[in-house]
């Protein structure tokens, strides 16, 4: 390990990212530094030094050398550029490895399947991808999963999850799918690196990311005061006016966390109701009534300001009051308002991660969602392509659940358990009229 490069990772308290960070130098056996910037002053100001005014964690140095947050140092290591930094890169035949099954993702869908899969001896490989644990990582309280009548943290969550999917045999590895060839068995699964893996069978379970605005001063601010992760990045701007982008439970839950650190947290939506669950929309009129929240209704942001030097110090705005208001920047009821606020955070739903199956005979709605068969009975997670199936947000645009996420990677691995008992014993088509499929209790 001494013969390694110095890795320094600059982290902060509960932050999903930094323990992100911090796993894929675990996985690669390489040492590396932490220094815990969460009130200690001193370490902030090194941080943001180093890291040329960057105020969010993680921040990854290498020899010296800034890689950059979470996002720059998996990107890197998809390439396999991380791995040569490191010192530790090697040549690699055409097929990596052959597995019954791969899965990929390891968000609650993704390792719910693993359990099921490795239990049934089929031997699954998860890919971790760029966002490893899924979007749960960036949840702070988990109140409605069932057995946790306190709640439990996200990551705590997943973590306790990969824990249970190795104890039955399931292996995890980090590695972004970049493209999987349906036209050949067993599947060529290909990683953005180039490692490529044979499978007999596929789970897509790669969940799906953050949308942005796409407005002017997002992506230059973005790690200098703009974020998607309030749980990751609002304690750094402790005091602050902030505003939340979004209407649905992800921007009502994090504008309700972000009071913790906020002077005030100004929750914008484009329409005048907010489309939360009853739960989570009465949390933010909680907030409303106490004044830590103030919802700015049939509101969009058009432009946010600031520097990588000084962070954000404001956002414009538009109003209008039928609600949308940047269509309908013409009208003479359209008002603009400048609002002075210390972060932005973006909370506005997310992609579905299925661009790797864009060249397969896999279906995928206009939004890019996979299409199952679904229905009643066994194989509901089947995809048009024989051997490949689909479990969570890859597949699901409406519940969005981690509990439902975690019912459909259970169906996933039982469906592919099904398929692979008659490929592996030489069987040329699917036993879909011997048994009937597995109670599930």
């Not at 890795?7 to 509960?14: G, L, R, S």
């Not at 180093?50 to 050398?65: Q, S």
């Not at 669950?277 to 919802?295: A, Q």
Request: some cysteine; overall charge negative.
């Amino acid at each position: 390990m001494s013969d390694h490069p110095r890795v320094e990772i600059y982290t902060k308290t509960d932050c999903p990212y930094c323990e992100k960070a911090k796993d894929l130098f675990d996985s690669k056996g390489v040492d590396y530094v932490t220094y815990n910037v969460t009130g200690d002053e001193e370490r902030f100001e090194e941080m943001k030094e180093r890291a040329n005014g960057r105020e969010t964690a993680p921040e990854v140095f290498i020899d010296d050398e800034l890689i950059g947050g979470w996002d720059d140092t998996s990107a890197l290591d998809a390439t396999g550029a991380l791995d040569e930094k490191l010192g530790i890169a090697e040549e690699t035949d055409d097929v990596v490895e052959h597995r019954n099954l791969i899965i990929t993702g390891t968000g609650i869908a993704a390792l719910t399947a693993g359990i099921y899969a490795a239990r049934s001896d089929n031997d699954p490989l998860l890919f971790e991808g760029d966002e490893p644990g899924g979007q749960l990582t960036l949840t702070s309280e988990v109140d409605n999963y069932p057995g946790f009548p306190e709640g439990i943290n996200g990551t705590t969550l997943v973590n306790d999850m990969k824990e249970q999917a190795k104890r039955f045999g399931a292996e995890l590895e980090h590695g972004i799918v970049a493209s999987v060839d349906d036209g050949v068995r067993p599947f060529r699964v290909t990683l953005e690196n180039g490692d490529v893996y044979t499978a007999d069978a596929v789970i897509a379970a790669s969940g799906a990311s953050a949308r942005t605005l796409g407005i002017p001063g997002e992506d230059e601010l973005m790690g200098y005061g703009v974020s998607t992760c309030a749980t990751c990045d609002g304690a750094f701007f402790r005091g602050e006016d902030m505003v939340v982008v979004g209407g649905g439970d992800a921007a009502a839950e994090e504008a309700v966390f972000l009071t913790k650190f906020a002077e005030t947290v100004y929750l914008v939506h484009r329409r005048d109701e907010l489309r939360a669950e009853d739960y989570w929309e009465n949390r933010v009129r909680e907030h409303v009534e106490s004044g830590d929240i103030e919802v700015l209704w049939n509101t969009e942001a058009t432009e946010i300001h600031g520097s990588p030097q000084d962070g954000v110090d404001s956002v414009d705005l538009v109003y209008h009051p039928e609600g949308h208001p940047t269509a309908k920047l013409d009208d003479a009821q359209t008002e603009e308002r400048a609002l002075d606020v210390g972060a932005f955070f973006v909370a506005i739903g997310h992609t579905p991660n299925t661009s790797y199956l864009e060249e397969t005979g896999v279906e995928l709605d206009d939004e890019g969602y996979l299409r199952t068969q679904g229905g009643h009975g066994a194989g509901q997670t089947k995809t048009d392509v024989e051997g490949i199936f689909g479990a969570g947000d890859v597949v699901d645009f409406h519940y969005q659940q981690a509990v439902t996420a975690a019912g459909m990677g259970s169906k996933a691995a039982l469906d592919a358990d099904e398929y692979l008992e008659g490929a592996l014993s030489g069987a040329t088509g699917e036993a879909e009229g011997s048994a009937e499929a597995p109670a599930d209790d």
